[in-house]
């Protein structure tokens, strides 16, 4: 797939293949202006219905051709979720919010009222229901704002980077959201920087650059091609330099190098 | 001392209790940071420097000045403060003009002249000097505020989330930038949400909690995971320490290896203490 | 902050009514003021409307910018039509002592009494939009509009608009602050007007980029889709609505009568 903004000079997007199964939690990472939120849009329609431009190829969720359905239609299947809370959230009470999904999809009340009681368990929103949203904490809006598109029940669940404006605590909420939601069986694609995150809960990385899908493959294959990650400007997870630097100083051999905590700490009492 | 912070209280309009009794001392030349989760009084603190927020009781002195009898427009040729969204600080048409701005009734023609080079200079910004601010990328955007800020002259610096929200490349960017601001010799105050920026670089570390000051000292005691208080505070601050420091403890603690500081901050810091202990004992090598 | 509008929750029988209810009085009220040049008549609808806001006890939103921007209105007129009238003509003279500028030469009565008018019409019309916005949930005033007809188009903008203007308020305080922290000088009005021009670039650009979100928010939750959406807040007309919208429309037919038969009630 290739897309080109109306007001864009080149393309955003090149030559994007790319699959995702279903229950599969991908992390896309790069630095800004690779064309993550680009892709992003085109996941539900917003490219090319709403922001126009010159669209090649196809993108198909769930079956559906993003092509030939509109953007409501496709958000039956398709959530997305931005990075700042309180703009995608336009109703009066926390209620309200999770309501007004299904509701512009014409779902029965009950139905309505069942899938809401449902998504609040989940993202432990218990007890904030009649609050108005501007009352809640950064992160308490980013989990609601994530509840009201789940309310609309869709297999794939896609996040912009959604921790960027929350503090730590908002951000671990967050995160320790998604990873319920993953374990519900939700497709789950993630634009994240806080990519020691992605390392641990990923089951899959593609890195953008220059609108092209540089690297794709498990966290710990993707994590250890240093020269491309660093060529690419991109940073390592913290536990990943570490044992960068010991490679670099010959006290490391492996290839592939741990991302994750637990991973390094059972390297380095192997090792030593 | 640059920054007396006495008994500090502030209450905002419709009975919000941001700050409850703060005392904090800051002295010229100190690179400070200010964390902790939102909400918990760290920018209506720093909002206090430069006076755009007055004590609802207690006192703040800004190099002996009492903060309630000093106007914003004198404060803040003392304290220059870099706000989170750059988009709110520019508004000139070059990024030449933006920096000359606030200086143009201050200072004659050929001290201006200097002042802005110097600053251009300073954050590596010449190729852009003659392009619209809002045109650049955030990181650029945020190097201007800075030199904007800069070109005043102020002794201290505050910059609100510097790094937050930007990707790494752009946060190295900024990071740099804060670097060679604190290399010239001025005191820097950073809110932050970055452990690593606070391990790697920060001398002192402030923790805020509910409108009062939790942790007062040095990253490293803060991170020292084997210390119950610093676990405490950090848990009430709902951060985490950097990873290093996790996997330095959790092998101190854990997996024997007692002669490890639990408390190594940086990769780099960890790998010069492994490869000391290895050097010390026989071990084995993949 | 989604604070939407300036609807304040009160639970007061004219909350209850159907918006369409308020829409025709709004529109009704508009329609008498105009009718008449009598400032009387429009005194009439202004005092009606308070009593509205008292009722429906939302008197709080007196208090803000916009109240006094009318009464900043009101005065203005006065002053303004006083001196430029073309149709004043007997100068105002207070203990022999006349109010005199060049070219617009002295304040005139007649001028005052256009500007008095005009004036009134704008608060009075301004407290009947504060009625209706503190008085109706957003959600029902666009679920109205829908039912009225309007397309999607127009309420999906509508819908937007109401959040970006709290949006807008809140962060030109913010880039003020951020302004003088750079050193601009707020001390003087020249220089306050020079500020608040200097923020209109970054509050345009960050509103473009809000608007932008909130629109691709809204469309991905939905909204426009080909089906029929559930209400989840019930709108209908209640007999309370029969009445109201009665007696809105007698006042109207009232009004029209008195200005067929007896004119537009000018004093001059």
Sequence with gaps: MWFKYNLGREYALKGINLSIEEGEMVGVIGPNGSGKTTLCLTLNGIIPHLLPGEFKGQVVVCGINTLEHSVPEIAQNVGIVFSEPDFQISQLTVEEEIMFGPANLGVPRHEIESRMRDVIEVLGLKGLEKRPPHTLSGGQKQRLAIASVLSMRPKVLVLDEPTTQLDPAGTEEVFQAIKALKERGVTIVVVEH??????????????????????????????????????????????????????????????????????????????? | MMIEVENLYFTYPGNVQALKGVNLSIEEGEFVAIVGPNGSGKTTLALHFNGLLKPTRGCVYVKGKDTRETCVEELSTVVGYVFQNPNHQLFNLTVRDEIAFALKRRLTKSELEERVEDALSLFGLKAFEDLNPFTLSLPLKKLVAMATVYAMKPEVFVLDEPTTGQDFFGAKLVENAVLKVRDTGKTIIVITHDMKFVARHVKRVIVMVDGEIAFNGEPCELFDQSTQDARKTLERAKIKPPKTALLSYMLMQDGGFKDLPANLLTPEEFVEALAKLRSKSVVKCL | MSLKGFYIQKDSWLHRLDPRTKMAYLVVSAAVVFIFFNPLAVLAVLFINLTLIFLAKTYVVLKGALAKILLITLVLNIVVHGFASPAGKTPVSLFNYTLWIPFFESLKWEGMYVGLVFGLRIVALGLSLLFFVSTTHPTDFLNSLRRLGLPVKYTLMLSISLQLIPEMLDESRIILNAQRARGVRLKNSVDKLKAIISTFIPLTISSLEKMNIISMSILARGYGAPVKPTEIRRLGLKPVDIIVIFLTFSMLALALYIRIFYGDLSLF
């Design chain 1, 194 to 272: 806080k990519i020691d995150f992605l390392a641990e809960y990923a089951d899959r990385i593609v890195l953008l650059y220059k609108g092209r899908v540089v690297l794709d493959g498990r966290p710990k294959e993707v994590f250890s091609d240093i020269d491309t990650i660093v060529g690419c400007n991109m940073g390592l997870p913290e536990v990943t330099e570490i044992f960068h630097l010991l490679k670099k100083k010959g006290l490391y051999g492996k290839k592939e190098l741990p991302v994750t905590l637990e991973e390094a700490y059972d390297e380095i009492l192997d090792s030593w």
